[in-house]
């Protein structure tokens, strides 16, 4: 194998660019465009999850792919593209020192561990990677790696924990169109310039409206500021921030897309801890604490913006700035379904079930996650094991989450219960960490801002509540999104195990087994056909898609499958199913094709054409609007 090590003098990172060049540039960590509903572009990840429905997720079986046993090497990220590796977090590495990059074609590079993470290395620089010192026990970097064709991670040993999120792009235009979201609406017109401003008394049990904006616009950033002096700094509970409710309500809708209580606006700030992230800034003089949150907040025809008070007395004064632009663009990309509306559903959960995740999302409509704020309460003071439990993301109905992690602070980038304490960084921090007669309390916050999670239909996030959701305790969360009602997915044809294989001449078998990931253990029962050669299926379309999404529940025990796909007769790229488990596991994978394939067409021939067994119980087609 030829290797190029690069040097500190070189730029360290392979983001490589659809040219074949290397960039050394990190990321803009803002939250620029998000807006932006996405097309042709889906989210993964490859972590070290406890396969078997356990919590042995630090297990090095779970931390690899693959391994050669002819170079001694295991493969501990597999993607094919155009893809994106977007996030790359871990803790517990002991061995190796090296990590080997491979990209597309070009020759491995070999980038030592610490380079990636100590923060200082050009491009892996603070605030875009940093180590356990400065993220409280995990290593993580925000540092992008472009790949046209593949990317392969290859190491001789293997971490303890670890995460490896990533997009995959339909086309190289998909690609083009993510990257330029910031320029969707002109800079001009997104950085504000208009002020409102208020200054109100919030009553006891009433809600007060503190802000009043006509559109077409954006809301650039809230800013709230209030008397926080009373609370005495020993004292957890009835915290104003805690007790006062921000909604807000854009084009007169039913029901506000914003509520969330101040302190999760504040990132999970309970006392008015500071924080410094790139969405919500929090900062105390003794006597106020001042709220600057920064995620546009497109309205076409109005905003109101208003305030709860569920403190039991009054609060006041409250001074509410309000930073816009009056923005014509917005009204048709609304409209239209360009841009979403910003939305923070807000959840407080105590009455756990036992076995059961806690669901902290669960919404209907296509957009994107850019940001989660947790507060978690153990009802014991001594013990911070409920933070044992890992997210889970389930996107567009899919029946095992695509996203799934390893631990609840690993979601926020920390590590071993924020074994250095509390902390705040632009996408990511741990605030607070109270201990009091009512237990253990940990607020934590990220901010998907390159990183952000599509969906074209649904979206649904949970959480375990300790290891094997089996601790009792109390969960607040707000999630932020960007949405818009309805789905851009409608189902064109579902082929079972058995249509397939009398169509193709295969054979079919039981399977049992339950799905991986899930908290869900119940044995499911499907027949399962396993193609080894070349098979072609027939769809007919109601109406021209926008692209195809593919996906198919399949006998997760056969690892690493690889196909290659052809839309009427042209290649479409490799679906790729990395990973195995060794029980019988059954696991839901899906592939986007690109809509350049399917535009003018309303029916298509689908090739699946196999690199090795490729298992298939039931194979979905669903055309994407």
Excluded at 401 to 413: K, L, R, S, V, W
Excluded at 503 to 530: I, K, Q
Aim: glycine content about 8%; overall charge negative.
């Amino acid at each position: 194998m030829i290797r190029r090590t690069l040097t500190l003098a070189l730029a360290l990172l392979v983001v490589a660019s659809a040219s074949g060049q290397l960039s050394s540039e990190p990321p803009a960590l803002t939250p620029d465009g998000l807006y932006l509903i996405p097309e042709g572009v889906r989210a993964y990840q490859i972590s070290s999850f406890d396969r078997s429905g356990g919590n042995d997720d630090g297990n090095r079986r779970w931390a690899y792919l693959d391994f050669s046993r002819s170079n001694r090497t295991f493969t501990i990220f597999d993607a094919v593209g155009p893809g994106r590796l977007t996030r790359f977090w871990m803790t517990g590495w002991r061995n190796p020192d090296m990590l080997d990059f491979l990209v597309d074609s070009t020759p491995p590079v070999s980038i030592e561990v610490n380079d990636i993470f100590a923060g200082t290395v050009h491009p892996f620089v603070a605030p875009a990677a940093g180590d356990e010192a400065v993220s409280s026990g995990g290593f993580y970097s925000y540092v992008p790696v472009d790949y046209d064709s593949s990317l392969t991670i290859e190491t001789s040993s293997v971490s303890q924990y670890i995460q490896l999120q990533y997009y995959r792009f339909a086309d190289s235009a998909a690609r083009v169109r993510e990257d330029a979201r910031t320029s969707l609406i002109p800079a001009d017109r997104v950085t504000f310039a208009d002020l409102a401003e208020a200054e109100v008394t919030l009553v006891s049990g009433r809600t007060t409206n503190v802000g009043r904006l006509e559109g077409p616009g954006l809301l650039a950033e809230l800013s709230i500021s209030l008397q926080t002096s009373h609370i005495r700094a020993e004292t957890m509970v009835d915290v104003v921030l805690d007790d006062i409710y921000l909604t807000v309500t854009a084009d007169a809708a039913d029901v506000a897309q914003v509520r969330t209580p101040l302190s999760e606006l504040a990132a999970g700030s309970l006392r008015g801890e500071g924080v410094s992230s790139a969405v919500s800034r929090v900062s105390s003089d003794g006597e106020r604490t001042t709220i600057d949150f920064s995620l546009p907040m497109p309205f076409a025809t109005g905003l109101e913006i208003d305030l709860e008070n569920h403190t039991g007395g009054s609060v006041g004064p409250v001074s509410v700035t309000m930073r816009y632009r009056s923005v014509p663009e917005v009204a048709p990309l609304l409209n239209d379904g360009t841009i979403g509306y910003l939305y923070a559903q807000h959840r407080r959960e105590a009455d756990f079930v036992q076995g059961r995740d806690v669901e902290l999302l669960n919404w209907r409509g296509a957009g994107r996650i850019v940001g989660v704020v947790l507060v978690v309460s153990s009802e014991d003071a001594q013990n911070r094991r409920i933070l044992e439990g890992d997210d889970r993301v389930y996107i567009d109905g899919s029946l095992t989450p695509q996203i799934h992690g390893t631990g609840t602070e690993d979601f926020f980038n920390g590590g071993w219960y924020y074994k250095f304490g509390t902390f705040t960084l632009p996408t990511h921090g741990h605030p607070s960490h109270i201990v009091d007669d009512y237990g253990d309390h940990t607020s934590q916050y990220r901010f998907l801002l390159t990183d952000s999670v599509p969906f074209l239909e649904s979206v649904r996030m949970t959480m375990e509540h300790g290891p094997v959701n089996d601790l009792p305790g109390t969960f607040s969360s707000t999630v932020f999104f960007y949405g818009v009602r309805g789905s851009r997915l409608s189902s064109v044809r579902t082929i079972a195990a058995d249509e397939l294989a009398r169509a193709a001449d295969l054979a079919v078998s039981e399977l049992a087994a339950p799905l991986v990931g899930t908290d869900d253990p119940t044995e499911r029962s499907f027949h399962a056909a396993t193609i080894e050669e070349p098979i072609t299926i027939q769809v007919n379309l109601p109406e021209s898609p926008n692209g195809l999404l593919i996906s198919r529940l399949t006998d997760y025990t056969i690892g690493n499958q690889r196909a290659d796909i052809y839309v009427n007769g042209e290649y479409a790229g490799q679906w790729l199913t990395p990973g195995f488990v060794s029980d019988p596991g059954i696991l839901s994978t899906e592939f986007l094709v690109s809509s350049r394939l399917t535009a003018g067409r309303r029916s298509l021939s689908i090739e699946i054409a196999p690199a090795g067994p490729f298992s298939v119980a039931e194979l979905g087609v669903r055309a994407v609007r």
